[in-house]
């Protein structure tokens, strides 16, 4: 079996690829879902799921999940994963933008899934509080009463992030809004 190493591939439109941690940082705070697909036959097992994550030395990013089923399954036989976060802008029949119809910012973030229980109270809640801070809950103080209750914690190994047109800046990450009043041909 082929082994891609992840770090060495070079992106279609290098110039827009993404490297700074601020700014992809700015694309995982503006976004609330992640894609996770894990090892599965014949295909891929694909499933989006809330995040919320860390960032110290490397990203880590949190999910929370049930107990039992296929998901849990996968990760038992093989905790390498993908996620895919991002957000997309279609300007069709509007004002385009950069001489651009769409508008898009991604991050894939290639690791490894470890299972997190309430047996670990501590990295538990900290699972839990980084995804409630990303999607806008109130922080817990304590673990919830939902005994099938686990949390997905996976640690990259490899971030890559791309934007339809070189981005510089924070700034930048927002995308511009629909201008809705100018000529769709532009």
Not at 126 to 138: E, F, H, I, V, Y
Request: hydrophobic share 35%; aromatic share 6%.
């Amino acid at each position: 079996m082929r082994m891609t190493d992840h770090t060495q591939l070079k992106m279609n439109h290098e110039d827009r690829r993404i490297a700074e941690p601020e700014l992809i940082r700015g694309i995982l705070d503006r976004n609330s879902v992640c894609t996770v697909a894990m090892h599965d036959l014949p295909y891929p097992y694909v499933v989006p799921m809330n995040y919320g994550y860390v960032w110290e030395e490397k990203l880590v990013l949190y999910m929370h999940m049930a107990g039992r089923g296929h998901r849990l399954e996968l990760l038992e036989e093989n905790p390498c994963v993908a996620c895919s976060i991002s957000m997309f802008l279609d300007r069709v029949g509007k004002k385009k933008y950069k001489k651009e119809g769409h508008d898009y910012r991604s991050v894939t973030v290639f690791g490894k899934a470890e299972i997190v229980t309430m047996e670990e109270p501590e990295e538990f809640l900290k699972g839990l509080n980084a995804l409630c801070r990303n999607t806008g809950r109130p922080p817990l103080r304590k673990i919830p009463g939902n005994k099938n209750l686990l949390v997905m914690k996976v640690i990259a190994d490899t971030v890559t992030a791309k934007a339809q047109y070189p981005v510089n800046d924070i700034g930048e990450i927002p995308m511009p809004p629909l201008d809705l009043s100018s000529n769709p041909l532009g």
